[in-house]
């Protein structure tokens, strides 16, 4: 499916995850793709299960968001270390979930990646953060279980999901 979207698909995506609405006239507004190919395009990509259903839940899958990498993260301990780490660790691209944890992880962040290239580039972005002072990642083989919503798109830019295939 991803080599069938394009770049009107992707930004309606997007904008349907920023403002969380199906709604042809909001969606005009803020793409300025005519209401009618709007509402045609979301009609086709329902068809096709990019969007399950109503409740902003799509199939990361058939946009080309394949890759899901699960990194534990240590930083360098101080206060308030936890809110500036996680904070920069929540900007980078890809990183759909922080979590701040207990144990000997410091965090556990989740990224859903379009390539392998996207993976280099979360490395070289974790390399980036001074706090942080060492990783360890690991990638997800096959999905149990996974629950996720459109909003999730927020955390990408248009160009990478046009770049995903």
């Known amino acids: 499916m991803t080599g069938e979207l394009d770049e009107r698909d992707f930004r309606i995506l997007c904008a349907i995850a920023e403002h969380e609405t199906f709604s042809s006239e909001d969606l005009h507004e803020e793409t300025g793709i ?5 509402h045609y395009r979301i009609q086709n990509m329902k068809d096709e299960g990019v969007i399950k259903n109503e409740l902003f839940e799509f199939d990361r899958e058939k946009i080309g968001i394949e890759i899901t990498l699960i990194s534990e993260v240590w930083a360098e301990f101080g206060e308030g270390y936890h809110d500036t ?9 890809g990183v ?9 992880t410091d965090f556990v962040a989740i ?3 379009t390539s392998r ?3 280099e580039q979360l490395v070289e ?3 980036s953060i001074d706090e942080i002072q060492r990783t360890s990642s ?7 279980k996974e629950d996720i919503s459109i909003s999730a798109l927020g955390d990408y830019s248009v160009e990478t999901l046009l770049d995903s295939d």
């Open 138 to 144: 690991k990638f997800a083989i096959s999905t149990i």
């Open 111 to 113: 990224a859903r990646l």
């Open 125 to 127: 972005d974790y390399e």
């Open 34 to 38: 005519p209401k009618s190919t709007v």
């Open 96 to 104: 759909n979930q922080v979590y701040f944890t207990m144990g000997d």
């Open 117 to 119: 290239d996207m993976v």
């Open 85 to 93: 780490v996680g904070e920069k660790l929540s900007e980078i691209e």
